[in-house]
């Protein structure tokens, strides 16, 4: 059995499609077959004893004057006058169990414990029918009848004979055999032409799946994500709907592919610029000490500052880049109810170090949200940053936090309105904004982390000047004291 379901398993699934029809199908009619046959047989079974009861039952051919008078000669033997078949066999069964035949009968039928029975229990006076055999093995349909033919005391009638009328099945069997063949063809057909069409109707169903499968196997060998599989625009059936997710996931890929591709060749541009000024400056360290021609001190430190500066702006890009390559899972493993408040707080300690020139004023209120705690500070480190690096010396930035959105406002000279949809974009700078230091990649990581956390940020320009940066985050339930 377990080779068998293997077997199965191992076919393909049109062809177990196929099979399961055609035992559905093979099922069904052998059901309804034999359903069939055996009403039949019952109708042609009644028909025959309807013939019987016409001819062997009390007040049939035989009364008690014959049948005593038969008893009396009691043949063994039948003995057909005209010599032609009549098909008709009659006999009695006294109550000692001897049998004798009617002259013109067909044959003598074999006689069972229940003829016996019949004439030996004065109780058993109805007729009764079953199917027996004669002596030449013939099946025959009898009835049984008991007939008084003596008195009891009280002259109250028993029966003490058995009177036999059968008639033989030859006809009825050859309809039924006929029947049977019939039956038989029909299902054979039946179930074959099931299962060719249920191949047909499985070929015909996975014939999508089909193109689906050749489509994957092109991705796979080719690593095409152009490809897509037609799909009618009204069609929601499972076929359709594997195929347009087939669709919008290599559209992903595709798109995630051109992405990745893009960040790699926008960060190997972005290290290229620090790398080689760093390689410069060390070059030009690395010849005094060989040559052994000093480099002024003011020149040295000078260099000295440099290669801190670009090795700290390298330091910077390659943790921008890693916090960006982190997957969705990695940072939805740490996602919890956090203080915004307290997030802010810590922001702008750290941003008051940054420019301890400018007079950077808050104005806070609590709020929860959920959101990975660390990358939720650089977001707002990030914003602060921009605001301290655009600030005019000397300048001020409003920090505010109510209901849930943010706003921080620098009073520098803004954002032109045409690089406005460009400033979250990954690596984009802005034109006047290149000689600062900086990768680009900061509004963009801001905007990812927002976004992630549910909540939305924007920037736009601020009446009198400067930019405003608004970030509205989605609220939570406030944890329990002991969480905090």
């Not at 399961?20 to 004893?49: E, M, N, R």
């Not at 014959?66 to 000669?73: G, I, K, N, S």
């Not at 004439?119 to 009764?128: D, F, I, N, V």
């Not at 060989?290 to 430190?301: C, M, N, Q």
Request: glycine share 8%; aromatic share 4%; charged share 25%.
């Amino acid at each position: 059995m377990k080779r068998v379901l293997r077997r199965y398993r191992s076919l393909p699934i049109r062809s177990r499609l196929a099979l399961l029809v055609a035992s559905a199908v093979a099922f069904a009619v052998a059901a309804v077959s034999v359903t069939c046959w055996f009403l039949v047989q019952g109708k042609l079974y009644d028909q025959v004893d309807e013939r019987l009861s016409s001819i062997g039952g009390r007040g049939g051919i035989l009364n008690a004057a014959q049948v005593a008078a038969l008893v009396d000669t009691c043949p063994q033997t039948a003995d057909d006058s005209d010599g032609r078949p009549s098909f008709l066999y009659l006999q009695v069964v006294t109550a000692d169990g001897k049998t004798c035949v009617m002259p013109g009968s067909e044959g003598v039928v074999k006689v069972t414990a229940t003829d016996k029975k019949a004439a030996k229990s004065p109780s058993l006076r109805e007729r009764t029918f079953h199917n027996s055999v004669d002596t030449n093995g013939n099946d025959v349909r009898v009835v049984t009848t008991a007939v008084p033919v003596g008195g009891g005391p009280g002259a109250v009638p028993y029966p003490d004979v058995t009177v036999m009328a059968s008639i033989s099945l030859k006809d009825t069997q050859r309809t039924l055999n006929d029947l049977a063949l019939i039956l038989l063809l029909v299902s054979g057909i039946g179930v074959v032409g099931a299962g060719a069409a249920g191949l047909a109707v499985a070929r015909a169903g996975l014939r999508p799946v089909d193109k689906l499968t050749e489509a994957v196997e092109h991705v796979a060998r080719t690593e095409d994500l152009s490809i897509r599989i037609p799909v009618e625009e009204d069609s929601e059936d499972e076929v359709a709907r594997l195929s347009r997710s087939f669709n919008s996931m290599t559209s992903s890929l595709a798109s995630s592919r051109e992405l990745q591709q893009q960040l790699i060749a926008d960060a190997g541009h972005e290290l290229r610029t620090p790398l080689t000024s760093l390689r410069t400056n060390i070059e030009l360290l690395t010849r005094s000490e060989e040559t052994g021609r000093p480099i002024p001190p003011a020149d040295r430190k000078a260099l000295l500052a440099s290669v801190k500066a670009q090795m700290t702006e390298l330091a910077s890009l390659i943790g921008d880049l890693q916090e960006l390559s982190r997957s969705e899972g990695q940072r939805g493993e740490r996602v919890q109810v956090v203080s915004l408040e307290d997030t802010v707080e810590a922001a702008l300690n750290r941003a008051r170090l940054r420019g301890p020139e400018l007079t950077i004023t808050a104005s806070l209120e609590p709020w929860y949200t959920r959101a990975e705690p660390a990358a939720l500070e650089r977001a707002v480190v990030n914003i602060l940053d921009n605001a301290v690096k655009f600030s005019p010396e000397g300048g001020t930035i409003d920090v505010q936090l109510t209901d849930g959105v943010l706003t921080v406002r620098d009073h520098g000279p803004g954002i032109p309105a045409d690089e406005l949809p460009h400033v979250f974009d990954r690596f984009w700078r802005s034109p006047s904004a290149r000689a600062l230091p900086g990768s680009g990649l900061g509004l963009s990581i801001v905007a990812r982390t927002i976004e992630e956390a549910g909540g939305e940020v924007s920037l736009s320009p601020a009446d009198g000047g400067g930019t405003v940066a608004t970030v509205r985050l989605p609220g939570a339930p406030t944890p329990p004291p002991d969480s905090a």
